[in-house]
């Protein structure tokens, strides 16, 4: 498969609250393979783009496409089948459940297989093992998921949703509220899930992290683009320098 065009593609996008235009005509692609980052100041309406992308974001205009198919009119499940995975800026794992448990946990909404009480069927254990081993977290398969760290947590979450084979993730804050000395590390973990096929968007504050990790990146204010290309041309856009600063 050519890594060139579109994996996502979102075109003339609007959604209003009320009388508030928290997306105004948004178009934005996200190529395949790459590691794509939607940056901008608080309610500049990043979150909302998430959920009109996954489908939970309730009524707007404009198209979403994914995979060369309109998918704007499809449930969140279906987005879900057919690829389309995300994490949460808030982890929202089974916090008492074990860290294996909560990595195989989402293939119940998947299949009618039913998690029976601490065992996991064998395959799906192996999978989430490499999973978590992948994420650097093998030896905490057996712990709580609550007693883990919160960038611990993160990173189960993201083990969580590649269990699940997407062909492309958004992540929501990746780095948010983790510990400094993880942000490299789940820098390095989504490269390898990217060199591994899987392509990501990204929203994250951390706009070090964002043009070190990602091509390109769309930044938003008031609910429009208003800047997109690579990290280095971005870096020096005088207005995204002046969106940040009248935050
Ligand atoms: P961001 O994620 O960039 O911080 P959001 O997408 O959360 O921005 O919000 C964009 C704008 O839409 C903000 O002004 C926010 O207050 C408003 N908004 C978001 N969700 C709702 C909602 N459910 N009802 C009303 N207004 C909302």
Same mark, same amino acid.
Not at 72 to 95: C, M, N, Y
């Given at each position: #498969?050519?890594?060139?065009?579109?994996?996502?593609? $979102?075109?003339?996008?609007?959604?209003?609250?009320?009388?508030?235009?928290?997306?105004?005509?948004?178009?934005?692609?996200?190529?395949? !393979?790459?590691?794509?980052?939607?940056?901008?100041?608080?309610?500049?309406?990043?979150?909302?783009?998430?959920?009109?992308?996954? !489908?939970?974001?309730?009524?707007?205009? !404009?198209?979403?496409?994914?995979?060369?198919?309109?998918?704007?009119?499809?449930?969140?499940?279906?987005?879900?089948?057919? !690829? $389309?995975?995300?994490?949460?800026?808030?982890? *929202? $794992?089974?916090?008492?459940?074990?860290?294996?448990?909560?990595?195989?946990?989402?293939?119940?909404?998947?299949?009618?297989?039913?998690? %029976?009480?601490?065992?996991?069927?064998?395959? #799906?254990?192996?999978?989430?093992? #490499?999973?978590?081993?992948?994420?650097?977290?093998? *030896?905490?398969?057996?712990?709580?998921?609550?007693?883990?760290?919160?960038?611990?947590?993160?990173?189960?979450?993201?083990?969580?949703?590649?269990?699940?084979?997407? *062909?492309?993730?958004?992540?929501?804050?990746?780095?948010?509220?983790?510990?400094?000395?993880?942000?490299?590390?789940?820098?390095?973990?989504?490269? &390898?899930?990217?060199?591994?096929?899987?392509?990501?968007?990204?929203?994250?504050?951390?706009?070090?992290?964002?043009?070190?990790?990602?091509?390109?990146?769309?930044?938003?204010?008031?609910?429009?683009?208003? %800047?997109?290309?690579?990290?280095?041309?971005?870096?020096?856009?005088? &207005?995204?320098?002046?969106?940040?600063?009248? #935050?």
């Amino acid at each position: #498969e050519p890594k060139t065009g579109p994996l996502l593609e $979102l075109r003339n996008v609007h959604k209003a609250f009320g009388g508030l235009k928290a997306v105004n005509g948004v178009d934005l692609t996200v190529p395949v !393979g790459s590691i794509t980052a939607l940056i901008g100041p608080n309610g500049s309406g990043k979150t909302t783009l998430f959920n009109l992308i996954t !489908g939970t974001g309730g009524a707007h205009t !404009g198209e979403v496409w994914f995979d060369g198919e309109r998918i704007d009119r499809l449930s969140p499940w279906a987005r879900a089948h057919r !690829g $389309l995975g995300r994490t949460f800026q808030v982890t *929202r $794992l089974f916090k008492s459940m074990t860290v294996l448990e909560n990595v195989v946990a989402p293939l119940e909404s998947f299949s009618p297989r039913v998690l %029976a009480s601490g065992a996991v069927a064998g395959h #799906e254990a192996d999978r989430a093992r #490499e999973l978590l081993s992948f994420v650097g977290l093998g *030896r905490f398969e057996s712990e709580r998921a609550g007693a883990l760290s919160y960038g611990q947590q993160k990173l189960v979450e993201l083990a969580q949703v590649l269990m699940l084979e997407p *062909r492309m993730v958004l992540l929501d804050e990746p780095a948010g509220g983790i510990n400094p000395g993880l942000v490299d590390r789940m820098a390095e973990i989504i490269r &390898a899930a990217n060199r591994r096929g899987i392509t990501f968007l990204v929203v994250e504050h951390n706009i070090p992290m964002v043009l070190d990790l990602c091509d390109p990146v769309f930044v938003l204010a008031r609910g429009e683009v208003i %800047a997109s290309g690579q990290p280095g041309v971005i870096r020096n856009d005088p &207005a995204v320098l002046d969106a940040y600063l009248g #935050e």
